[in-house]
């Protein structure tokens, strides 16, 4: 439930490799804020799974653990992010992923204005969440999502109250299809070839944030939770 600050919030960008816990962290911040969490990761599995076109361009690509074409990702996300449930707000997980979608992801933030209630436009807060590579597999592969709404559990680190049942909706848990270990070697191959640079992309533009992710995950909530507060605060021109 959101905490009943209508604020403005702005963008704010999630990045980390697979299995950081993205995911895990948006939800928290989409609950707390009331604004969209936007996982391009899942707008591309509800396509796959519809069979649409876009689906069927991307299904074989994330298969193999690869990165969707740059241009299918950005036309999908300027079509989400024009909708008015992120005039407030909006948080994006899983994008940008590549230093195109970072350059066109300003372009556009620049170009189709979010009121920040100061008739300007928010700048993003991006937030990289750093895990330790030897703990992702681990994250991924305990990793069971309920099939209803996407919450997130883990058989090792969050396990749900009754195997293979969502707590919340009493759904079903699956095991992702790209969370298989010969995939996941390969989107952690991604991650380091075409991901790591948008985060020095941001860094040179001095607006990286780094947040440890190694820590349980309600200490992480906390730290992220904090960060977006003192981005809010310095946005507004407060100390
Ligand atoms: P996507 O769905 O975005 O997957 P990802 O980036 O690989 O990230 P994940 O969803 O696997 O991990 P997460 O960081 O959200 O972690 P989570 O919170 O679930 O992308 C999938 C595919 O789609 C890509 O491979 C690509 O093909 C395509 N795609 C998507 N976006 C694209 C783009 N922009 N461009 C091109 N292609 C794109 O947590 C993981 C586990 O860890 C969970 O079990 C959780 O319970 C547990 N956990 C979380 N936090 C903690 C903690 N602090 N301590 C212990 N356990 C924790």
Redesign the pocket.
Known sequence: MADGTLRNIGPII?L???????????KRIAERYGIPQI????I??DNVQRGTDLGLQ?RA??AR??????SL?CDM?AGRLRQADCARGFIL??????PA?AGWLDAFLEREVFDNGRGGQCLPIVMR?D?DYN?LLQ??T????CLANGH???V???PPRVADICDVDGSRLVI?N??REEVIRE?LK??DLQTRPVAEYYEQKGRLVVVD?????D??SERVLREIENHAVTAAGGS
């Open positions: 999630l980390g490799p697979p299995g950081a816990g993205k995911g895990t962290q948006a996982s391009t990761g899942d591309l599995r991307a690509v994330m653990g690869e990165l969707v074409p740059d990702v996300v997980d899983g994008f940008p992923r590549t979608q969440i895990v703990r994250r991924l305990g990793r069971r999502t997130i559990y883990n090792y680190f969050q992702r790209d969370d989107r991604a991650y992710g190694d820590l349980p995950v200490e992480v």
